[in-house]
């Protein structure tokens, strides 16, 4: 077997991979180059790996070897995935996989944001040491947020919002029932509802054609005045040039973005409000996370061609 690699997995991933097949590890392959190769292997592990419907041509079309696509993360909107059943490929991803960490990432974002960390580091480093400046910091605990998206990363960040900082919880999905939205700790309301009445709005949904540009002008306006919103889900839901007015006018008083509409961003007008921070869509990307999706994903493409990997063969 052959398998090709096109993403940063953890070396134990790899080891074990190539215990059964030969590895071939390509970083940053561009879609001509890309679809060349691709058919010269049985396995192709990604994250971010350019398939249809995300660049002009089909690049599997003559892909007559491909057995499985493994994707190493969480989603799956980088793959046409009816084209790929219909080519007859195996697709696996690991849904769940980096919960946690992306739920930490959400208040890692939300602290940074109420509690001015940034910009008071910044003031910090040109020898400004004015506390006063920072006394319209705000507290969360007991604050009224808004989970758009009540799945497995939304379910963990309700967890941390309840025992963290005893915060009342609204959600929004309507793919969950108002009984399962009580369970994990959650009231189900509209969407009207939850953003006229949450001080922090954040979304963890899937970007498909019913979410995407959800939050735009309308909805953001009728946020709360004060409010904080995140965008840790996908890129694409929150509209973002009515994101930059409604921070630079109101009502919203912080937004925060882990993944855009284009990524990599560069550029935005969003970077020149002090009052909006970003990641580079890193809010799952840590050492846990890192050795087991490589670990688990060659596991669920090597089990896809018929291998299944035990303590004794490991």
């Known amino acids: 077997m052959r398998a090709l690699v096109t993403d940063v997995i953890h070396e134990s991933g790899i080891e074990l991979l190539r215990s059964y097949s030969e590895v071939d590890i390509l970083l940053d392959l561009d879609a001509d180059k890309f679809q060349n190769i691709v058919n010269g292997y049985d396995i192709l592990i990604g994250r971010s790996t350019p398939l249809t419907p ?11 070897r491909l057995k499985v696509i493994g994707i ?12 790929v059943k ?12 980096n919960s946690q960490s992306v739920a930490e990432h959400t208040f890692a974002l939300l602290l940074s944001l109420r509690r001015h960390v940034f910009s008071a580091y910044e003031e910090m480093k040109k020898g400004n040491w004015n506390k ?29 919002a309840n025992n963290g900082f005893q915060m ?17 700790g959650a009231t189900k309301v509209s969407l009207d509802t939850l953003l006229k009445q949450s001080d922090i709005v954040t979304i963890h949904a899937p970007l498909t054609d019913e979410t ?12 709360k ?6 965008n840790i889900g996908r890129g694409g839901i929150v509209n973002e040039e009515a994101l930059y007015n ?5 009502p919203i008083q912080y937004g925060a973005l882990d993944v855009q509409e284009e990524e990599p961003l560069y550029n935005s007008p969003l970077f020149t409000l002090p009052n909006f921070i970003a990641t580079p869509h890193i809010g799952g990307l840590t050492q846990n996370y890192y050795l087991n999706a490589g670990n688990t994903i060659v596991k669920k493409c090597l089990l896809a061609c018929g291998i299944e990997i035990t303590k004794q063969n490991v």
Not at 54 to 64: A, W
Not at 168 to 184: G, I, M, Q
């Open 72 to 83: 190493a993360s969480v989603g799956l909107d980088q793959v046409d995935q009816n084209y």
């Open 132 to 160: 006063n400046k920072y006394l319209s910091a705000r507290d969360i605990f007991q604050n009224t947020i808004g989970i758009i998206g009540l799945g497995n990363i939304g379910s963990h960040t309700a967890r941390i």
């Open 168 to 184: 009342n919880v609204l959600c929004y999905d309507p793919y969950v029932s108002t009984k399962e939205c009580r369970a994990k």
């Open 212 to 223: 995407y540009h959800m939050i735009g002008e309308e909805q953001l306006q009728i946020m």
């Open 246 to 250: 409604a921070l630079l006018n109101g």
């Open 54 to 64: 995300r660049i002009e041509y089909p690049v599997l079309e003559n892909c007559h």
């Open 225 to 230: 005045k004060g409010s904080t919103l995140i």
């Open 86 to 97: 219909d080519k007859g490929i195996k697709l696996v991803h690991l849904p769940g996989i």
